[in-house]
């Protein structure tokens, strides 16, 4: 006796046609209607994906916050550069007021100080926050 597969027993083989006598034109109907039935399942995952994708994004999008500064609004920038301070943890984590002399695309500033002072490199907008006097 020959050894099988227990896949084969739920998905029928060519192998096991020939055993079993049935019908070639019947096996290929078969064979046809679970091709048919993939695309089926392939959609359906599809949309699951698509459906998932959807309420990841809306949960990720609840988070983000809309920085809505412009020309000549007064800042404050976060010091994100490690400096050694004696304060430790008690040391400022915000530099400024500045103003923000342009806004570029992609979220880039060219930030001014309150004397005039251009600064040499531009500031993205995710470390400025609003200030108010």
Do not use: C
Not at 3 to 31: F, G, H, K, T, Y
């Amino acid at each position: 006796m020959e050894a099988v597969l227990p896949i084969e027993l739920e998905i029928p083989s060519l192998r096991i046609m020939a055993e079993s006598r049935i019908d070639e034109a019947e096996w290929q109907n078969a064979r046809f209607e679970e091709l048919m039935l993939f695309d089926e399942r392939r959609l359906k995952a599809l949309y699951h994906v698509q459906g998932y994708q959807r309420r990841i994004a809306r949960a990720f999008n609840k988070k983000v916050k809309s920085r809505d500064l412009q020309e000549g609004d007064m800042v404050l920038k976060e010091i994100r550069a490690p400096v050694f301070d004696p304060r430790g943890k008690f040391r400022p984590k915000w530099a400024g007021p500045y103003i923000i002399k342009k806004v570029l695309s992609g979220g880039a500033t060219q930030l001014i100080d309150l004397d005039g002072n251009k600064f040499s490199t531009l500031v993205n907008l995710d470390q400025l926050k609003r200030y108010y006097p």
